[in-house]
């Protein structure tokens, strides 16, 4: 990681940090404000509310992101980022107002704003990884991307639930997401320049073709769209294990926001912890071969979480337990060591795959096999989105659900298994 520190890796850094907080700040602290205030204030029902918040904020990564993986071919690529930068302080200013203003829709239309924001810095942020270090430091490099990401996606989940509905909450939240806006284009000017692959490339608007046209293209290079494939599931098993744990900490296991602010917590440091891990299993090497191992300890934490949430003095209390009565019971550390150890897999599985791709795909394309990418990823949260309302419409408990995960996760893995390299 000595390059940690250098200026062709510490500025992308800290400004895609910066990016994903506000992306979580912004989003957490609407949901919050919805669930608590606005939505009983315009007699709206706020689950709806809440579901077409997620939606809206994902709706961009199907529309833009055959578009954003052009421009990233084709364009300089920090002049590209600085842009998004630019439209984010211009999108918090716009929220601001919202806030200010107390309107759902204007501030619904603000995240859209900030779902085309995050598509189109998607991918240069992976594509400029390649351009800016050597072969040994991708692994390395992609583990700090990811373990910054997680993290920056806790701190700003919980900064937006804790300011939010402070007294002046809206314009707390406002500030601190300018203040962020504005060092994230700071940061961004300091990346090094990355000249584009393909510049005489033509860009082409028709958004549901040019997304077909980028799977096709993406599925031409079979190891490359099995990395994604592989990408996309960690994201369906993030998703899910992430949607649940407010219900699951409330309803299974009678516990109050403070245990599910904890698990969030857990659940990033265990990505991180994996994704610095598998660096050190791999020896800096692009290396898939513990993707299959990485897979099968998943499924054994998510087997076990399961068991575990069904212990009969978890239920004990009638009051919602907090954090500090929840780590009172020695049942509940195995839980937490369960979920510690979902997230280490997690993140040993993943960074390799960000890896191989990057080192594997086409330089001259390679924004836009990363926006191909992105679209996947969608597809496979809404997965995880449509499969858990099936589940919750027959009743099934959260831990039965953590069951059912871990039997689709296995059977991943074994499907899989040939593809390991």
């Known amino acids: 990681m000595h ?31 919805i669930t608590y205030r606005l939505a009983a204030e315009s007699g709206m029902n706020s689950a709806m509310l809440v579901a077409a918040a997620a939606a809206i904020f994902i709706l961009p990564y199907f529309l833009f992101s055959a578009l954003s993986g052009q421009l990233a071919d084709k364009i300089e690529r920090t002049r590209i980022a600085r842009a998004v930068k630019i439209a984010e302080i211009i999108l918090m200013i716009l929220a601001s107002i919202g806030f200010y203003i107390g309107n759902i829709w204007f501030l619904l239309a603000v995240l859209f704003g900030m779902g085309v924001h995050s598509t189109f810095f998607g991918p240069i942020k992976y594509a400029l990884l390649p351009q800016h270090l050597s072969k040994g430091e991708l692994l390395p490099g992609n583990a700090a991307i990811e373990a910054g990401t997680f993290l920056s996606i806790l701190l700003g989940t919980i900064a937006g639930g804790l300011l939010i ?5 809206d314009l707390l939240v406002t500030a601190l997401l300018l203040l962020i ?39 031409t290079d079979k190891p490359v769209f099995r990395a994604i494939l592989g990408i996309s599931w960690f994201w369906f098993i993030g998703a899910t294990f992430l949607a649940q744990f407010p219900v699951y900490a409330k309803e299974s296991l009678n516990a109050d926001a403070s245990v599910v602010t904890f698990f969030l917590t857990v ?32 499924s054994i934490f998510a087997f076990d979480l399961s068991l575990a949430s069904a212990h009969p003095h978890i239920m004990a209390n009638d009051d919602l337990i907090n954090l500090k009565t929840f780590l009172q019971y020695k049942e509940h550390w195995r839980i937490l060591v369960d979920l510690l150890g979902v997230a280490i897999c997690g993140g040993v599985y993943i960074v390799p795959l960000y890896a191989f791709l990057q080192h594997k795909g086409d330089v001259s394309r390679m924004a836009r096999l990363i926006a191909a990418n992105n679209v996947m990823n969608a597809l496979y949260m809404v997965s995880s989105a449509i499969l858990l309302m099936v589940l919750a419409a027959i009743h099934l408990p959260i831990p039965q659900i953590f069951l059912v995960v871990a039997g689709l996760n296995l059977l991943i893995a074994l499907t899989t298994r040939r593809a390991s390299i």
């Open 3 to 33: 390059f940690f520190f250098a200026k062709r890796f510490l500025p992308l850094f800290i400004t895609q940090f910066l990016g994903a907080f506000n992306d979580n700040f912004f989003k957490n602290a609407l949901v919050v404000l």
């Open 165 to 169: 509905l402070q007294p002046n909450g």
């Open 181 to 219: 806006a504005v060092i994230g284009l700071f940061s961004a000017m300091k990346i090094p320049t990355a000249p584009a692959p393909e510049p005489g490339l033509k860009i082409r608007y028709n958004l549901f073709t040019e997304t077909a046209k980028l799977i096709k293209s993406a599925r």
């Open 267 to 298: 659940f990033s440091i265990g990505i991180g912890i994996g994704s610095f891990l598998c660096n050190a299993l791999a020896k800096g090497q692009v290396t898939l071969r513990y993707g299959f191992w990485a897979l099968i300890g998943l």
